[in-house]
């Protein structure tokens, strides 16, 4: 595992984070519309449901609810071991920019205008930092599937 694939890890589970949460306000949209009979399919007599029929668009929200409760608590735990192992780097630059790239998931022209640098100077900054970066041990190690 590269230093960069390593550092990616927190930036993979925000972006899915993000995923979710989009699924999420349009499980809510379902939830409030109101649905319509369906004129061009057969008419089939069969027992009459006495669910809601938002009902289950409310089930589904709230698992995926839950799902992303869990999803941030482990962002929030990927986030201190990046911290930690970013400021173990001397150069405050190069903490800087991993930080703001790796932690707080800025782009780059974020990170550019934040640090008063230009866009170049802060991919050599970047391509300098991750070859100081040191991966713990138990994450340094190949997975297989």
Do not use: C
């Not at 991993?98 to 640098?117: G, P, Q």
């Not at 802060?122 to 138990?138: C, N, T």
């Amino acid at each position: 595992m590269t230093a960069k694939e390593y550092l990616s890890k927190g930036r993979e589970l925000y972006f899915k984070i993000k995923n979710h949460e989009l699924i999420i306000d349009n499980l809510k949209r379902l939830e409030q519309s109101i649905p319509t009979p369906q004129f061009d399919q057969e008419v089939v007599d069969h027992t009459r449901s006495f669910k809601a029929p938002f009902e289950k668009w409310i089930i589904m929200r709230i698992d995926w609810e839950n799902t992303v409760k869990k999803e941030k608590e482990e962002l929030a735990k990927v986030q201190k071991e990046l911290g930690d192992v970013i400021m173990k780097i001397d150069d405050t630059s190069y903490q800087a920019v991993l930080m703001l790239r790796y932690v707080a998931f800025k782009n780059w022209t974020d990170i550019a205008s934040e640090l008063s640098f230009s866009d170049s100077y802060v991919y050599r900054l970047h391509g300098k930092a991750l070859l100081l970066v040191e991966i713990p041990k138990e994450d340094s190690r190949v997975e297989y599937e």
